[in-house]
């Protein structure tokens, strides 16, 4: 028997701590409301991927989550790597997280993905990122005569379902191996290819309507994020 876990909304405290963090990113502040951000945001988090986490595994079983807070479960960290950035503010002003299916890092397969900050919370499904062996996989999956028509499907499925938006930088030009005239070339010059959304509102992400809201879009995304895992299955990923 499946376990199901309760949720009944981020507290109100959890925005106004991103609110404020934003104004106050620094060090010195957030360990001053370390308390604050543990109780009245990460704890809720992990209670929204337990609640979340199983809804989505019982429909789609071969997603995977954990409610891990050091960065290898589902959350990201809040803490901004700024090795390599001109940005130096220590920490993200949002708490956001992966619901992902595959044997990689869950930012480099499929998956449902999730960010909270004061605006409220957003949503996405496919792959932020294309690591170089899932490039090609998708490039000869779009190709491919029964996965390329499938994706088709898949697209008008998810516009059929509701206003989301199609995201994905594209290269200037068709790959080389390709016919520039390919049906599909404009799909073969994605960089990477996800689903996202028009915000939650905060009155829905503070209420017991969150998990129900998320996991209805998170269904009428689904199709692209289930191709992706065919398209990385057909190519041994």
């Not at 491919?144 to 028509?149: Q, R």
């Amino acid at each position: 028997m499946t376990t199901q876990f309760e949720f009944n909304g981020f507290p109100p405290q959890a925005l106004q701590f991103l609110q404020e963090l934003k104004a106050n990113n620094r060090r010195e502040w957030f360990e001053a409301h370390r308390t604050t951000y543990q109780d009245q945001l990460l704890k809720p988090a992990q209670e929204f991927v337990l609640a979340l986490g199983t809804r989505l595994q019982h429909t789609f079983p071969g997603v995977r989550f954990d409610p891990a807070t050091n960065g290898s479960g589902t959350l990201m960290r809040i803490y901004r790597d700024t090795r390599f950035s001109a940005d130096k503010t220590p920490y993200k002003s949002n708490i956001s997280g992966m619901f992902w299916e595959g044997q990689g890092k869950k930012t480099e397969v499929p998956a449902f993905g999730f960010q909270l900050d004061p605006n409220g919370m957003r949503l996405m499904a496919g792959m932020f990122h294309f690591p170089k062996p899932m490039l090609l996989a998708y490039r000869q999956a779009v190709a491919d005569e029964e996965l390329g028509p499938a994706l088709l499907a898949a697209l008008a499925q998810i516009r059929q379902a509701g206003n989301y938006a199609l995201i994905g930088e594209q290269y200037q030009r068709v790959p080389a191996e390709y016919d520039p005239e390919h049906p599909r070339r404009d799909l073969l010059r994605y960089k990477y290819l996800y689903v996202s959304m028009e915000d939650i509102p905060p009155q829905v992400a503070t209420s017991l309507e969150l998990v129900d809201t998320c996991f209805r879009h998170f269904r009428n995304m689904a199709p692209l994020q289930q191709w992706l895992v065919r398209a990385a299955g057909k190519a041994g990923l």
